[in-house]
C-alpha cells in the first residue's frame, strides 16, 4: 500500500521561512514524477512545483519563483518543499502527489498523478 505524508506544518510570519516534507512508504520516490500542490482557502488546487524522476524541476506558480524549491532525498525516500520568504498568500494546504511514471508531460495538472498525501498546513500571519 503506497502512503505519502506530509510534515513541516506551521505557522509563520511574513517573511518567514518552513521546510515541508513528503515522506513514502510501499513507493520509491526517487525514481518518480513529484509534484508539490496547494489549496489555500476559497481556491482550487494548484500546483507549485514538480520534480522528475531525473531531477528536472517545473515551477506551476509564477508567485513562489526565486522563493520556493524542491528537491529530494532517496537515501530517506523524501521529497521536500523549502519555502522562504512568505507571504499570507502562500496560506494553504500543502500536498505532495507522486506518479508511477519517471517524467511527466503536464507536470502541473492534478489528474496526472496517482497517489496523493493527505495534506499540511501552513498559515503564513502578516
Known amino acids: 500500500q503506497v502512503q505519502l505524508v506530509e510534515s513541516g506544518r506551521g505557522l509563520v510570519q511574513s517573511g518567514g521561512s518552513l521546510r515541508l516534507s513528503c515522506a513514502a512508504s510501499?513507493?520509491?520516490?526517487?525514481?518518480?514524477?513529484i509534484g508539490w500542490f496547494r489549496r489555500a482557502p476559497g481556491r482550487e488546487r494548484e500546483g507549485v512545483l514538480y520534480i522528475s524522476g531525473t531531477n528536472e524541476t517545473t515551477n506551476c506558480a509564477d508567485s513562489v519563483k526565486g522563493r520556493f524549491t524542491i528537491s529530494r532525498d532517496n537515501a530517506k525516500n523524501t521529497v521536500y518543499l523549502e519555502m522562504k520568504n512568505l507571504i499570507p498568500a502562500d496560506t494553504a494546504d500543502y500536498y505532495c502527489?507522486?506518479?508511477?511514471?519517471?517524467?511527466?508531460?503536464?507536470?502541473?495538472?492534478?489528474?496526472?498523478?496517482?497517489?496523493w498525501g493527505q495534506g499540511t498546513q501552513v498559515t503564513v500571519s502578516s
Open positions: 510501499g513507493f520509491t520516490l526517487g525514481d518518480h514524477a
Open positions: 502527489a507522486a506518479s508511477t511514471r519517471w517524467s511527466l508531460t503536464r507536470p502541473c495538472m492534478t489528474h496526472v498523478y496517482d497517489f
